[in-house]
């Protein structure tokens, strides 16, 4: 069977003025299921958030081949959707708003809008917070809109970059449980950049290593772990088993 | 969801220390009665020195010329000269908005266009405004379009260069959230760029009409045969100090009036912001 997301010998560099180019990715090859939470490990700079925007379509690669579903992406389109690390949120929009932002722009008219962001903001815990301001509202608060932006649109890909690094930890775990409930629902295929090992396995059905830029994948870890994961999993033997063996092929990627 | 809790904002008020009533308007008393003593001692000066005759020509009193201005308005001879200037201020500032609004976000935008655009933006803004009143006059008259004209490229730089410098301050990071939903560029114009300069642009309103005003002025004194700078012009040719001072207070509420409209104005597109503390 053909894979949902499919990367063949991607190649991209940017080439910053006044800079000397720099190689983001390097024959980087990917393949992702349909429904599948995979997540993407790699040393700071190794290309995954660039990876990212080539799949949303942000960014063109130089080379190779990269498709969804078969056919080979173009650009933006609504089947794809980012939850951005710094939130991306519009301040002078109110968290209804936020929300509806990718409707909008599909040209949908206000109360069928109004009918596709209700539930979602009662499903992240939002409610009564519609007319709020980002300003107003908590780093967790603020990427439960992130998430229920990018969940409006009904994308089928996901795309996280980092999304709880700007959390502190105890507002990450909880939204790692958050994200899984939210997951569990519909098996959205997602792509999951982050820099936590235990996060990335807590989360995920497979973890991409990447090595340093410029990034291929270096190795994938498949998690066999039963879900739906608790908290408690994360003691468990066969976790730190993966997390020891995660951190072994990373810990070469990394440069101090 | 233990962070909805924390979240409930007081307002920060509550946390401010009681403050007494006197504490409270102790400035407005304050500038309020300093007005009031100085249009006192003014008035009272005829009283208080003997002027000669040659400066009582050149002075005049408060309550003269509030009787003068009042005269003014009751008459109707205020109305005429005042729309004439009204006229060239509003429909120039208008053009000036409508012109230096869109040309500041696409030369913001785009980097061809500022490099074609820049030399005649940074030459213009860099000359005296006053040096194209002759050229203006024998072009347009000593009608109203020459007013328009003036007022027109006198509001237009600064709306123009401050709208500029908040689009070029857009964050990337929002103009991609918009296009990974598809928008296009006047999408990313209109929910990112104009948003996110708002600030810059009416900064710039606000300088704007202090040059639109001046325009009005420096227009009707030098070259134009309707207005309510020709009236002070007039008045001051035959030693009527009061309607000069009249006309004065006029500019000067209109100016208040215009600058108390764009804080309105502020306030209300600000409303996202975070308050700042301590009050205004």
């Given at each position: 069977m053909q894979p949902y997301i499919q990367g063949r010998n991607v190649n991209l560099t940017f080439r910053p003025p006044n800079r000397g180019p720099v190689r983001?990715?390097?024959n980087f090859d990917i393949d992702v299921n349909e429904g599948e939470f995979l997540s993407i490990v790699g040393p700071s700079g190794c290309g995954k958030s660039t990876f990212l925007n080539v799949i949303l379509g942000l960014i063109r690669p130089d080379s190779g081949d990269i498709r969804l579903r078969g056919s080979p992406i173009s650009g933006p389109s609504t089947d794809r959707a980012m939850v951005f690390q710094d939130f991306g949120?519009?301040?002078?929009?109110t968290v209804q708003a936020n929300v509806e932002l990718g409707l909008e722009l599909k040209g949908m008219a206000a109360d069928a809008r109004r009918k596709v962001s209700q539930p979602l903001i009662e499903m992240i815990g939002l409610a009564g917070f519609e007319g709020h301001f980002p300003h107003e509202l908590s780093g967790g608060m603020k990427q439960r809109v992130g998430l229920a932006r990018a969940l409006a649109t009904d994308p089928s890909v996901l795309l996280m970059d980092?999304?709880?690094?700007?959390?502190d930890a105890q507002t990450r775990d909880l939204m790692q449980v958050e994200l899984l409930r939210v997951w569990q629902q519909d098996k959205k295929t997602v792509l999951f950049v982050t820099h936590q090992i235990e996060e990335a396995i807590y989360l995920s059905d497979r973890v991409m290593v990447m090595t340093k830029r410029p990034g291929r994948a270096k190795k994938i870890f498949p998690i066999d772990l039963p879900r739906p994961r608790d908290y408690e999993m994360r003691v468990t033997p066969e976790f730190n088993e993966l997390k020891l063996q995660i951190w072994n092929e990373l810990k070469d990627e990394i440069t101090v | 969801m233990s962070e909805l809790l924390e979240t409930g904002m007081a307002p920060a008020g509550d946390f401010a220390p009681a403050r007494s009533l006197w504490r409270r308007i102790e400035p407005a008393v304050l500038g309020a009665g300093s007005i009031v003593v100085l249009l006192l001692l003014w008035e009272l000066l005829p009283q208080l020195v003997t002027l000669q005759a040659g400066t009582k020509m050149l002075f005049t009193t408060p309550s003269k010329i509030a009787v003068t201005l009042w005269n003014m308005i009751v008459t109707g001879k205020l109305w005429a000269p005042l729309s004439v200037s009204g006229t060239g201020f509003v429909v120039g500032l208008l053009l000036s908005v409508l012109v230096g609004l869109p040309l500041g976000v696409v030369l913001g935008r785009s980097r061809t266009l500022n490099a074609m655009f820049d030399p005649f933006v940074t030459a213009f803004n860099a000359t005296p405004r006053l040096v194209f009143l002759p050229l203006l006059m024998l072009w347009f008259g000593l009608g109203v379009t020459a007013k328009v004209v003036i007022v027109f490229i006198g509001a237009l730089f600064p709306i123009l260069i401050n709208t500029y410098e908040g689009v070029r301050n857009a964050d990337r990071g929002l103009i991609n959230v918009v296009r990974s939903f598809g928008g296009s560029e006047w999408d990313v114009a209109r929910l990112v760029v104009v948003p996110n300069a708002l600030p810059y642009i009416v900064a710039g309103l606000r300088l704007a009409i202090g040059r639109a005003i001046l325009g009005v002025v420096v227009a009707e004194f030098f070259?134009?045969?309707?207005?309510l700078g020709v009236i002070m012009v007039q008045a001051a040719s035959r030693y009527q100090v009061d309607v000069v001072f009249a006309g004065l207070i006029v500019f000067a509420v209109l100016s208040l009036i215009m600058t108390g409209l764009v804080k309105l104005l502020e306030n209300r597109l600000g409303g996202w912001r975070p308050q700042r503390t301590g009050g205004e």
């Amino acid at each position: 069977m053909q894979p949902y997301i499919q990367g063949r010998n991607v190649n991209l560099t940017f080439r910053p003025p006044n800079r000397g180019p720099v190689r983001a990715l390097q024959n980087f090859d990917i393949d992702v299921n349909e429904g599948e939470f995979l997540s993407i490990v790699g040393p700071s700079g190794c290309g995954k958030s660039t990876f990212l925007n080539v799949i949303l379509g942000l960014i063109r690669p130089d080379s190779g081949d990269i498709r969804l579903r078969g056919s080979p992406i173009s650009g933006p389109s609504t089947d794809r959707a980012m939850v951005f690390q710094d939130f991306g949120l519009l301040p002078w929009r109110t968290v209804q708003a936020n929300v509806e932002l990718g409707l909008e722009l599909k040209g949908m008219a206000a109360d069928a809008r109004r009918k596709v962001s209700q539930p979602l903001i009662e499903m992240i815990g939002l409610a009564g917070f519609e007319g709020h301001f980002p300003h107003e509202l908590s780093g967790g608060m603020k990427q439960r809109v992130g998430l229920a932006r990018a969940l409006a649109t009904d994308p089928s890909v996901l795309l996280m970059d980092e999304p709880f690094a700007a959390l502190d930890a105890q507002t990450r775990d909880l939204m790692q449980v958050e994200l899984l409930r939210v997951w569990q629902q519909d098996k959205k295929t997602v792509l999951f950049v982050t820099h936590q090992i235990e996060e990335a396995i807590y989360l995920s059905d497979r973890v991409m290593v990447m090595t340093k830029r410029p990034g291929r994948a270096k190795k994938i870890f498949p998690i066999d772990l039963p879900r739906p994961r608790d908290y408690e999993m994360r003691v468990t033997p066969e976790f730190n088993e993966l997390k020891l063996q995660i951190w072994n092929e990373l810990k070469d990627e990394i440069t101090v | 969801m233990s962070e909805l809790l924390e979240t409930g904002m007081a307002p920060a008020g509550d946390f401010a220390p009681a403050r007494s009533l006197w504490r409270r308007i102790e400035p407005a008393v304050l500038g309020a009665g300093s007005i009031v003593v100085l249009l006192l001692l003014w008035e009272l000066l005829p009283q208080l020195v003997t002027l000669q005759a040659g400066t009582k020509m050149l002075f005049t009193t408060p309550s003269k010329i509030a009787v003068t201005l009042w005269n003014m308005i009751v008459t109707g001879k205020l109305w005429a000269p005042l729309s004439v200037s009204g006229t060239g201020f509003v429909v120039g500032l208008l053009l000036s908005v409508l012109v230096g609004l869109p040309l500041g976000v696409v030369l913001g935008r785009s980097r061809t266009l500022n490099a074609m655009f820049d030399p005649f933006v940074t030459a213009f803004n860099a000359t005296p405004r006053l040096v194209f009143l002759p050229l203006l006059m024998l072009w347009f008259g000593l009608g109203v379009t020459a007013k328009v004209v003036i007022v027109f490229i006198g509001a237009l730089f600064p709306i123009l260069i401050n709208t500029y410098e908040g689009v070029r301050n857009a964050d990337r990071g929002l103009i991609n959230v918009v296009r990974s939903f598809g928008g296009s560029e006047w999408d990313v114009a209109r929910l990112v760029v104009v948003p996110n300069a708002l600030p810059y642009i009416v900064a710039g309103l606000r300088l704007a009409i202090g040059r639109a005003i001046l325009g009005v002025v420096v227009a009707e004194f030098f070259g134009a045969e309707d207005g309510l700078g020709v009236i002070m012009v007039q008045a001051a040719s035959r030693y009527q100090v009061d309607v000069v001072f009249a006309g004065l207070i006029v500019f000067a509420v209109l100016s208040l009036i215009m600058t108390g409209l764009v804080k309105l104005l502020e306030n209300r597109l600000g409303g996202w912001r975070p308050q700042r503390t301590g009050g205004e």
